[in-house]
């Protein structure tokens, strides 16, 4: 049978547009600060309301905004940023985030595919913009405006926007593209409802009381909803390094930090003195990548309750980890009003607890299908509604899920199944080691084999060879990599998450690839 959520439904989810969070936290908490940027910029969530209808008047009248548009966005998280979204929602537009360090080529891929209307793009962004716009004839492409032009755009703009009558369950909010970790991605419909039940089912599990203050980390509009629907400020903007985020702690008292694996690392790593420059901080919550073990007793050394959640381009909020009863290496129980099954994808049998199967959810944040790719989305999203996640995890007894890798990024060595996070939180536990990622190579008697990536700590140095012997002894000969490259860092997208298909195709030039007669040592 498959596994309930252990929570009390939410049920019935209000059938709202997701601007509503907004409005409401505007109209009780008006001076309560909403989002503070990085960039010094900040605004109230009355402020910020009332910009946001200023804008949606402003796209009406003069981008012609109407409903079905998209509206992209290429610029960091920030007040600007945050009006823009719900301008958009208000204007009856559907909003897709561009990756402001995106290739020109990269970016007139994603301005085409979503049908771009009008787009806001940051100082950094526009000259790959313009050069995306000289790829390629963008005859929907309308408007190109200044992320950072936002307040004076619309001093002089009425708060009174045209209403728009918006169908909550079939309206699409988001068009979200994965990271492409793998290959050119696809664009995920969040419906108004799946950011609403998503925020809903979020707080349920980590509430957000009155004196919370969230760093997030994660792309912008991860977290933005739930925050605002919680009414506590986000601190948000350009990915930082860690001595900008350690300063961001301390000057704006954070108490919670939402990012990926790697930023978590990196932050702790700086730390030199823990917990005295962590601030106020008490919770980090992860998501994107399995956290390494190294990286959780790191954190809980600081003094920091450090715990996973299950998120996903297809469903803001899968998995969550209660603080209560902490367990690093897992995501936890699905979220209130959530069913889970695993299935062994070879045989289609549903499989039980300890076995490893591809996770598939059902629940009112799964999205409403792939933009513009029926195929794709017949494929994920079965007529039940059930939505085959292509991650691998298994159930303890206890109904906790352990995530084991992506099923793409599964090799198989002769036969044998092994799951490149293994490898790379072994690799982790050596102390020289600072990232780890694991990708396949062709073999010509195994099929497959695990090839690893590392980068080193500062000031500490540390042989290949040496690497693969601190492996033999963890882990069972198959799964040791056919060799060890060590880098001076990792090819990331937004978010900090590794690109594996950048470390793959660098794998591909060295190794060959199968089938194409390439010599292996």
Known sequence: MPLASPWPSLAPYPTEPAW???ARAAQRTPHQPAVIGLDGQSATYGELWDRSRRLARFLQRDA????GDTVAVAAPGSRDTAAILHAAWLAGARVSF???FQRPAEMAHYLADAEVAVAF???SAAP???EA?????FQCLRHVYRSAQVWDLTDAEPPRPEPIAVDPARQDALLVYSSGTTGWPVAARQSHLNRVAAARQRLAVLPLPRGTVVLSLRPFWTDISCCIAARVPLVTGADPQPAAIRAALQQHRVTLLMARPTSVQALLDSAANGAAELGTLRVIECSGAPLPAPVAA???RAGVAIVQSYQMTQAPAVNFTPLADRRPASVGPPVPDTEERLVDPATGREVGPGETGEVWIRGPQVMLGYWRHPAATAATLLPDGWLRTGDLGRFDANGYLYLMDRLKALIKVGGWPVYPAEIEASLLTHPAVREAAVVA?????????PLAFVVLRAERHVEPAQLLGWLAERLAPYKIPRSIDVLDSLPKGAGGKVLRRELEERARRAYGSPGDGTPLA
């Open 133 to 137: 716009r000289q790829l390629a004839d």
């Open 98 to 100: 561009l990756n402001a």
């Open 298 to 300: 790191m954190a809980e």
């Open 64 to 67: 012609n905004v109407v409903p």
């Open 128 to 130: 790959a913009l313009n």
């Open 441 to 449: 190579v062709p073999s010509p008697t195994r099929g497959e084999q």
């Open 121 to 123: 793009v940051s100082a």
């Open 20 to 22: 509503t969070f907004l």
